[in-house]
DNA sequence: TCTGGGGTCCTAGGACCC
DNA sequence: TCTGGGGTCCTAGGACCC
């Protein structure tokens, strides 16, 4: 049996609720209708384009580009600085509560991206019409517009909502794959990026349907197991199920870009204990113990250089942590190279009933658990910044931790 | 005033074992 | 001593997504 499913896009996310906000707050202008982005900040060097409206999109200018070069497409465009995250974060629910009066079985892709499976709940309905009222709906009560795929699954679903934009309601069932979806470039296929499509059409691979017409095992032998993948979307095909359940996360990372290069061992430990801190606090509140610390560096000239280390135990604590991508980066770091940007992840999540007790367990007090502990109380009641460790206090005031996507 | 930040998954190559 | 083959685990880097 076919399963019914839909994809909600919001259009312009973080342009469109900056929109509706700032309509809120008074504002008598509203930015979708004028040319303009939502951007990073230039000074700090995190000038790129977050969200456009459809006035700068006419103008070829396309999201995570930098903004200097959206200023060249269109000297007289309009620049915002966006929301704080939580903000946007409340959006993205208001539209969730709105879907989940739909059905139970919703993924939340992303912030403004959600797969409902409503094979269950069709109740003598028609997909579109309900894909129909989804749209409407979210305009007239929530105020901003979203583009809605209907199809018979998440792949298609997705290229469905992908079509004509703004506020539109797309099908792409499998008698229509070849009208809508197989004329397109491929380019525009899901999970095709910048690097393969050359490839593609270096042996005369064009549009989506060249792709699904080409032999699968040249594919296979050309791009492995993604190469699997990308010929079964071409032909529409994806089984994956909608996944509803919350996953916990498999990596936790923080990282930050200076607002000018760093050139010292000193300057960069404390940061990297402040990432530390917030990497920490999140694996906390996940109840999740890492094995494994991962330290970032990109060098002024955008290389990038990865090391990572297993811990001899699984912890949370942000002592253990610290004193590992301490390590991390005293290997890795030649002082005097211009650092442009600093990261740490932490990877092999377990659970913390999970944890295996090792024989290096045993060294641990339970005083940093403690004092980790009493830290998170504070951070969760006053918010992040009321209690931070002394070593981070100087860096904390002059680097920004942006927490836009 | 050129190039963010948070993720997931895959792959090639090396170490090590039998 | 001139050299296998299968397997696992680990690491660094890369491709892709929003």
Redesign the pocket.
């Known amino acids: 049996m076919n399963k019914q499913i839909l994809h909600v896009d919001v259009n312009n996310a973080f342009l469109s609720w900056t929109a509706v906000e700032m309509l809120k707050n008074g504002s008598n202008i509203d930015i979708r209708t004028e040319p303009c982005i939502i951007g ?1 900040d ?2 700090n ?4 384009v ?1 969200a456009k409206s459809m006035k700068a999109k006419e103008y070829g200018i396309v ?2 580009e ?3 070069s959206a ?1 060249n497409k269109c000297p007289w465009i309009k620049i915002y600085k966006g929301l704080e995250y939580c903000k946007y974060k409340e959006y993205s629910n208001k539209l969730y509560n709105l879907l989940n009066e739909y059905t139970d079985i919703i993924e939340r ?5 959600c797969f409902l499976d409503m094979t269950k709940y069709l109740k003598n309905r028609t997909l579109l019409e309900i894909g129909k009222e989804i749209n409407e709906r979210a305009r007239k009560e929530l105020g901003f517009t979203v583009n809605v795929g209907v199809a018979h699954n998440k792949l298609l679903a997705k290229m469905a909502s992908d079509f004509e934009k703004p506020d539109k309601v797309h099908t792409l069932f499998e008698d229509e794959i070849e009208t809508k979806m197989w004329n397109l470039p491929v380019s525009e296929l ?8 050359p490839k593609l059409n270096k042996i005369g691979i064009n549009t989506i349907g060249d792709l699904a017409k080409y032999d699968k095992y040249e594919i296979i032998k050309k791009f ?3 190469g699997s993948l990308i010929w079964e979307y071409a032909n529409g095909i994806d089984n994956s199920e909608v996944k509803y359940i919350q996953e916990l ?9 200076f607002p000018e290069d760093i050139t010292s061992i000193d300057k960069l430990e404390p940061i990297l204990l402040t990432l530390t801190e917030h990497v920490a606090f ?1 694996l906390r509140k996940y109840n999740l113990l890492a094995n ?1 610390v991962n330290l970032q560096l990109r060098t002024n000239e ?1 290389k ?7 811990l001899l135990s699984s912890t949370s604590s942000t002592q253990e942590i610290y004193k590992i991508a301490k390590e991390i980066l005293n290997e890795m770091y030649k002082n005097g190279t211009p650092i442009r ?1 600093i ?1 740490i ?1 932490v ?1 092999n999540l377990i659970n913390k009933e999970d944890e295996q007790i090792s024989i290096f367990s045993c060294e641990k007090t339970n005083t940093t658990e403690k004092l980790d502990q009493t830290v998170d109380e504070i951070k969760n009641k006053y918010g992040f910044g009321a209690i931070t460790l002394a070593g981070t206090l100087e860096t904390s005031k002059n680097i920004k ?5």
């Open positions: 990073g230039e000074e060097r995190r000038g790129i977050i999201t995570a930098t903004i200097y200023k892709f992303s912030i403004d991206e899901f999970m095709l990026g910048k690097k393969t499509v492995g197991k993604h996360p498999k990596s936790i990372g923080h990282s930050t870009t999140k494994t955008f990038n250089y990865s090391h990572q280390k297993k940007l990261g992840k990877d931790f942006n927490s836009a996507e």
